[in-house]
């Protein structure tokens, strides 16, 4: 995980960097940065969860039992999984931008030759600052596909949020916890989660931020709708 964080850097930089952008480009990366960054941290806690595991027992198979009963979602790899699919929320807009630009650069370059700079092709791009920037104003599809990347990501961050609702939450209600394991000498253990204020507390922070690109995510939907759409 270190070596995502680390390996992140240059992304990050590529995406301020690059010669064509379009609106809130560099504010999802960022984004996209405290996740990851933000999941690297909340998992230290849950790393030693098998050790965390007690029960009244000295019976092994019992306490292994009870910790496949108890905890029966894994927890750490759903968040990693749910990142890679907000990964490619924002790649989504990143493949269609880069397709868009070159997709018109050929017709403009087709439409000159033919016909000189007159009645050239509707072109979505225009040039701040050096960079080109995709002009959502004059493209409707990029909208579309605009909105749909930021839905997307919506879509994952809630169901990230319904994750730890009701998958990790739950599990750290204070112990002890019955042993519901389908074997009859196990069926009185008594187990407990040791570190449970450690391990809320990175649930805590992971909604934070989710919470926090869900209302982003959402504004910038409904300013791209009013601004792109309505006002077309």
């Given at each position: 995980m270190a070596a995502i964080v680390t390996g992140l850097i240059p992304i990050l930089r590529t995406a301020v960097d690059s010669t064509?952008?379009?609106?809130?480009?560099?504010?999802w990366f960022g984004l996209l940065c405290i996740r990851l960054v933000t999941v690297f941290l909340a998992q230290f806690p849950w790393?030693?969860?098998?050790?965390?595991f007690d029960?009244?027992?000295p019976n092994k198979f019992c306490v292994k039992a009870c910790f496949n009963t108890h905890f029966d979602n894994s927890i750490?790899?759903?968040?990693?999984?749910?990142?890679?699919?907000?990964?490619?929320?924002?790649?989504l807009m990143e493949l269609f931008s880069s397709h868009l630009r070159s997709a018109f650069q050929k017709k403009k370059e087709r439409e000159m030759a033919s016909q000189g700079e007159q009645g050239g092709v509707t072109d979505p791009t225009m040039t701040v600052g050096g960079r080109m920037m995709i002009d959502l104003h004059k493209s409707k599809s990029s909208v579309v596909v605009y909105l749909l990347s930021v839905m997307l990501r919506i879509a994952v961050e809630v169901l990230f949020v319904y994750?730890?609702?009701?998958w990790v939450l739950p599990k750290l209600d204070l112990g002890p916890y019955s042993c519901d394991a389908s074997f009859s000498n196990?069926?009185?253990?008594?187990?407990?989660?040791?570190?449970?204020?450690e391990k809320k507390m990175s649930v805590y922070a992971?909604?934070?931020?989710?919470?926090?690109?869900?209302?982003?995510?959402?504004?910038?939907?409904?300013?791209?709708?009013?601004?792109?759409?309505?006002?077309g």
């Amino acid at each position: 995980m270190a070596a995502i964080v680390t390996g992140l850097i240059p992304i990050l930089r590529t995406a301020v960097d690059s010669t064509a952008t379009y609106k809130g480009r560099t504010m999802w990366f960022g984004l996209l940065c405290i996740r990851l960054v933000t999941v690297f941290l909340a998992q230290f806690p849950w790393k030693s969860l098998n050790e965390d595991f007690d029960c009244d027992t000295p019976n092994k198979f019992c306490v292994k039992a009870c910790f496949n009963t108890h905890f029966d979602n894994s927890i750490v790899m759903a968040w990693h999984f749910l990142f890679i699919l907000l990964v490619l929320s924002v790649l989504l807009m990143e493949l269609f931008s880069s397709h868009l630009r070159s997709a018109f650069q050929k017709k403009k370059e087709r439409e000159m030759a033919s016909q000189g700079e007159q009645g050239g092709v509707t072109d979505p791009t225009m040039t701040v600052g050096g960079r080109m920037m995709i002009d959502l104003h004059k493209s409707k599809s990029s909208v579309v596909v605009y909105l749909l990347s930021v839905m997307l990501r919506i879509a994952v961050e809630v169901l990230f949020v319904y994750v730890l609702v009701c998958w990790v939450l739950p599990k750290l209600d204070l112990g002890p916890y019955s042993c519901d394991a389908s074997f009859s000498n196990c069926s009185e253990v008594k187990c407990v989660v040791r570190g449970v204020a450690e391990k809320k507390m990175s649930v805590y922070a992971l909604l934070f931020i989710s919470a926090l690109v869900i209302i982003t995510s959402g504004m910038f939907c409904l300013y791209s709708i009013g601004h792109y759409l309505c006002d077309g």
